[in-house]
């Protein structure tokens, strides 16, 4: 059984980087399968962040790529996110989720983690 | 990119009646279509893939159908679980993805 976990600052300062991590368990990121990031600001849908699949190649929601980085640590089993130039529109719930494989919706999801942007 | 556009945004119906969800994609998405389930302070749960097939341990009350640019998620029989907030989700242009902005399932 494949498990997600977030884990972060729960605060962020404007103009900073937002830093989260998703710890994967229950199986090797190594292994394959790709590893995403979602995001939910209060009250809102779902907005599609960015996928990295375990060789590290990237692919990015238009709308954020010039501030969005996802990397993988497959010594670790983790895979992160880091949204630089925060602002108050960043505030959100943050989720990361895993599908496995190519044209595949997500098939596992973390608990989510609430990061507020505020001075 | 691909707009996923869903109505109506908010349904109210009673428990026990069928629920009739849409989904409209800006352009073809073929079958590459997923639903998800939300229920409050919770992550998202997988419900449909492919456009119609259930995915692991959803009952068969919850049925997809629909491709290229109309869809639609029924829920036969609704139960007190059912009221959420459910999002549909292209991913015919992998790797990029885009979602619907939700249908609340109310009574």
């Known amino acids: 059984q494949v498990q997600l976990q977030e884990s972060g600052p729960g605060l962020v300062k404007p103009s900073e980087t937002l830093s989260l991590t998703c710890t994967v368990s229950?199986?090797?990121?190594?292994?394959?399968?790709?590893w995403g990031w979602i995001r939910q600001p209060p009250g809102k849908g779902l907005e599609w962040i960015g996928n990295i699949h375990h060789s590290g190649s990237t692919s990015y929601n238009p709308s954020l790529e010039s501030r969005v980085t996802i990397s993988v640590d497959t010594s670790k089993n983790q895979f992160s996110l880091k949204l630089s130039s925060v602002t108050a529109a960043d505030t959100a719930v943050y989720f990361c989720?895993?599908?496995?494989?190519?044209?595949?919706?997500?098939?596992?999801w973390g608990q989510g983690s609430l990061v507020t942007v505020s001075s | 990119e691909i707009v996923m556009t869903q109505s109506p945004a908010i349904l109210s119906v009673s428990p026990g009646e069928r629920a009739t969800l849409s989904c409209r994609a800006s352009?073809?998405?073929?079958?590459?279509l997923a639903w998800y389930q939300q229920k409050r302070g919770q992550a998202p749960r997988l419900l449909i893939y492919g456009a119609s097939t259930r995915a692991t341990r959803i009952p068969a009350r919850f049925s997809g159908s629909g491709s290229g640019t109309e869809f639609t998620l029924t829920i036969s029989s609704l139960q007190s679980e059912d009221f959420a907030v459910y999002y549909c989700q292209q991913y015919n242009n992998w790797p990029l993805y885009t979602f619907g902005q939700g249908t609340k399932l109310e009574i």
């Open positions: 989720a895993a599908y496995t494989g190519s044209y595949r919706p997500f098939d596992y």
């Open positions: 229950g199986y090797s990121i190594s292994s394959g399968f790709y």
């Open positions: 352009q073809s998405v073929s079958s590459n």
